[in-house]
């Protein structure tokens, strides 16, 4: 019998915090916090945008190419290494 009555607490106190959580989350209040932060975070990233500095481009002629190649190596044979 007490065996029973413990499963049916635990039961019961499971299945009030499932509904005192949704009854929260879905509530007016959690709402309109929810709404201010996102709304403040959009503002500070606004903000925080037009203050990002624009760097000079310094990549200009970055690249150099060499046109000397190397005559003297051998073509490349898979199979021969593979036989020696």
Known sequence: MIKE????????F????????????LSDEHKKKYY?????????LSIDDQNIPILKNDTQDIITYVDDKNEKTKPFS?????NE
């Open 36 to 44: 201010r932060t996102v709304n403040e975070i959009n503002n500070n």
């Open 5 to 12: 009555l413990r499963y049916l607490l635990i039961i019961f």
């Open 78 to 82: 898979f199979w021969k290494l593979l």
């Open 14 to 25: 499971i299945l009030i915090f499932f509904f005192l959580t949704i009854k929260y989350y």
